[in-house]
Structures are given as structure tokens and as C-alpha cells.
């Protein structure tokens, strides 16, 4: 996910898992040239909402495994980056990413929201799971939205 590849970035080239919230935006911004100051700055919150970043009194910690990343020599960001996900489209995402097609996949959450009557977020958790796909960290974001309703 090119989300988690600009995130990991900054970290790497510091070699750390935290740093202050400046350092990672000029990272971004003025070392990497690959965001202005705000759009890496809308980039953090971004990645908070979507659980790569914690914000603590350090700074900002990345929540996985920033070495794993693999950057490739090319990579250069784009912009809808910076428009945040709901958290079926993480899922989903989630879910094309382990190999099932998107169509196919809408279509099952589909007939599983019609089957079980309830919301699309829910189908799309049950179909993850029962593709074997990992979905655990956008369950807090969808219990959210159902407390919401």
C-alpha cells in the first residue's frame, strides 16, 4: 500500500520508529520533495486516523514495522493519498490486496449485508474474515461508526 510506503519513509531515513511531527514533514516535503508542508502535514493526520501513526508526547510512532517497508527506488506518492478512507474501503482494500477481486468481493459483501441485515462495514469484516484476511485493525473504526448510527 503506497499509504504505508510514505509513511515508513521518514522513518527509515532516520532509522527510528519516532520522531517529532517537524522532522517527518520536512522529511516528506523538503528532503523527499514528494509533498508541500501542508499536504504532508494532512498526510499525518491521514495516517492516525488509519492507524499507521500514534501521536504521542514524543512525537509521532509509526504502529508497524517501518524496516519491513520496502520503498521502491521510483516511488513517488500520489495525492488522493491524502483523502481519507472510510473504513469499508480499508477493508475492501484489504481484501483485493489478499488476491479476491474487487467486483466479486462487492458483490459478496453485498448478498452478506441483504443475508445478515447489517451495515456494508459489517458484511465487509464477516467476507474478510472468512477469506482468511486480517482486517482486526479497522474494526475499532467500524464498532465506531456503529455507535454513531
Known sequence: MSLRV????????AGTRTMEE???????????????????????????????????DAGLEATFPVDAVEIPEDFSPEEDLLVERSPFERVLEA???AGVEKRTAVARINELQRELGVTIEVAAVVFARRQGVDVSENVPAIRETLNRE
Not at 516528506?28 to 501521536?55: C, H, M, T, Y
Open 22 to 56: 517537524s522532522r517527518f514533514v520536512v522529511s516528506l516535503s523538503l528532503d523527499r520533495n514528494w509533498f508541500s508542508p501542508d499536504q504532508a502535514k494532512r498526510l499525518i493526520d491521514v495516517a492516525v486516523s488509519e492507524g499507521l501513526l500514534d501521536r504521542t
Open 95 to 97: 481484501i483485493v490486496a
Open 6 to 13: 510514505a509513511v515508513a519513509a521518514p522513518f527509515q531515513g
